[in-house]
């Protein structure tokens, strides 16, 4: 991570990652359907994108059995299918909120 491009997108990550902490967070202070359904959006959403990242992070060893990046994609792709993907649950919030 010594170059400036590689660090803004690992600075990106990190951000996204703590705000999905952040909403998980609040959702088990409320637990209401608005709140766990923008839990859910912010944690799939954020996986999927830190797992996409991190294969162009290590290049094509990413997908290779060598590190386990390729397995969290394809598990943050298994658990949106499963537990709803990000757009299923705004939708879910933007119900709860009366839009």
Not at 11 to 26: G, H, Y
Not at 56 to 80: M, N, P, S, W, Y
Request: net charge positive; aromatic share 10%; hydrophobic share 40%.
């Amino acid at each position: 991570g010594s170059f400036q491009s590689v660090q803004h997108r690992m600075v990106d990550c990190f951000i996204q990652i703590e705000l999905a902490r952040s909403t998980v967070m609040a959702a088990l202070r409320q637990p209401t359907v608005k709140h766990i359904a923008l839990a859910k959006a912010s944690c799939s959403e954020t996986y999927v994108h830190v797992s996409y990242e991190a294969i162009q992070f290590h290049g094509g060893i990413g997908v290779t059995d060598e590190h386990d990046i390729g397995f969290h994609l394809k598990r943050a792709r298994v658990a949106a299918r499963t537990f709803g993907n990000a757009s299923y649950q705004r939708d879910r919030w933007a119900t709860a909120q009366g839009y």
